[in-house]
């Protein structure tokens, strides 16, 4: 586990130095691993050397594909079937910005997965693509969602639902945190024993180029 005592930029290298020893030790290109996990060659090389801490979706999909428990990393809360809100812990995947308070439980047959997002001033998450489907509901604040080159600006009781095989990414454009509900079928957690991605090779260029955009 990484120790919190360390600052951000320590937490965000010691991440960064985890993965590329599994990778290494797997015998992966930053360029499979990135087309297996639906990210970009140049964010994975940013996370690797501590330049960048992954959102919690995607160092769900890193960890799938090197095969590593997300425990490694972060202790996320349990949940019961009904949080409160003055008893959720706030927690945040080590060197990143975003925090986040898990509101989801897990049983057999559950398929949903929910977290309530706090993003940052500025903050952006990076491109993204993966199996499943997802929804955010704007608590407060406003935040720009692009969905494969198209731009939304949502505000507070705004939302968006849609099929998270498309490239996606968030910022705050504003001037204070936006906090946001993200429902999904993609299991950020790490409790379901289903893939997040479907992965036909480990091999070959990735399909989505640093910019965050699919190549032809």
Known sequence: MLKKSFTDSDQALELG?????????????MLAVADAAGLSVGFISQVERGLSAPSLASLAGITEILQMPR???LSQPDAGDMTRSSRREVYSVPGAAASY?????TFSGSKLHSV????????RSEPISHKGEEMFFILEGEITVEIEGDKEILRQGDTIHFDSTRIHSTWNHGLSTASLLWCGTMD???????PIHKIS???GESNINPKG???K
Not at 17 to 26: D, G, N, P, Q, Y
Not at 188 to 194: C, E, I, L, N, T
């Open 101 to 105: 308070e898990r509101v989801s439980s």
């Open 17 to 29: 130095l985890s993965i590329r020893a599994r990778r290494k030790e797997l015998g992966l290109t």
């Open 116 to 123: 309530i997002v706090h993003e940052p001033p500025g903050h």
């Open 201 to 203: 090779s480990l091999s």
């Open 213 to 215: 955009e699919k190549n």
């Open 188 to 194: 950020v957690f790490g409790d379901a024993p289903s």
């Open 71 to 73: 425990g490694s990393f």
